[in-house]
């Protein structure tokens, strides 16, 4: 089955500094690659998602990268700020799009803190 | 936007009891419902896999006859904790997938 593996398992920067974190997943049939971000017990929010199709996806402050042959994605977060602070968690399924489901796997999940 | 319900938010039961965790989908019919669990500080697990109709796929070291799970309908989903411990004290979260996932919001079981 998928593996989704997540670096770093904290992260501390400054606000208005950039925040990167990365996952790389197993399975090369995975071909959609959600990114979530969890306040603490509350449900996780997608923020951004990219399907296997497309290299770079970009929302405001958000983008993220997805490299197919390395089988690795990551998640950019520029001038960070204080509400960002929260548990981020990449997640991989194939399910893009289909009406036929399949589960997500979830990496490991990133701390990350934004510190005045 | 695709909103699925989860109740209750909050439960706390005794050593040896029985725990419902519903999840609805309210304004479309999802065609599978995954449920996971949580630990604090640790990422989502998935238990189960249930569509509608269907007995439900557990993934493996999850005890089926435990955790037992129904999805009568496209827009209702069981989860039921059956004889309660300790060690089952979590986060569990449901999520409905209809071209897309959806999450509930919830539920953090405490056993005493």
């Known amino acids: 089955g998928e593996n989704v593996e997540q670096h770093p398992s904290t992260l501390s920067v400054q606000e208005g500094d950039s925040a990167v974190i990365k996952c790389t997943y197993s399975?090369?049939?995975?071909?959609?690659f959600p990114w979530y971000k969890q306040e603490l017990g509350k449900r996780p929010q997608l923020i951004i998602d990219?399907?296997?199709?497309?290299g770079e996806k970009k929302d405001q402050r958000i983008a993220v990268t997805l490299n197919k042959t390395a089988k690795h994605f990551s998640l950019h977060i520029t001038e960070t700020q204080p509400e960002d602070s929260a548990v981020y968690f990449c997640?991989?399924?194939?399910?893009?799009?289909?009406?036929?489901?399949?589960?997500?796997?979830f990496g490991t999940g990133t701390r990350l803190q934004v510190t005045l | 936007g695709a909103v699925v319900s989860q109740h209750p938010s909050r439960v706390i039961c005794k050593s040896g009891t029985s725990v419902k965790i519903e999840c609805r989908s309210l304004?479309?019919?999802?065609?599978?419902m995954f449920w996971y669990r949580q630990f604090p500080k640790q990422s989502l697990m998935l238990m189960a896999t249930?569509?509608?109709?269907?007995?439900?796929?557990?993934e493996q070291g999850v005890e089926k006859d435990k955790f037992l799970i129904n999805h009568a309908s496209l827009t209702l989903s069981t989860l039921t904790v059956t004889s309660a411990h300790p060690e089952d004290s979590s986060f569990y979260i449901c999520?409905?997938?209809?071209?897309?996932?959806?999450f509930g919001s919830g539920t953090r079981l405490t056993v005493v």
């Open positions: 999520s409905a997938y209809r071209y897309g996932y959806t």
């Open positions: 399975d090369s049939a995975s071909n959609y």
């Open positions: 249930s569509n509608e109709g269907s007995k439900a796929t557990y």
């Open positions: 997640a991989a399924s194939n399910s893009a799009g289909t009406g036929t489901a399949s589960k997500l796997t």
């Open positions: 990219i399907r296997s199709n497309v």
């Open positions: 304004d479309f019919q999802a065609t599978t």
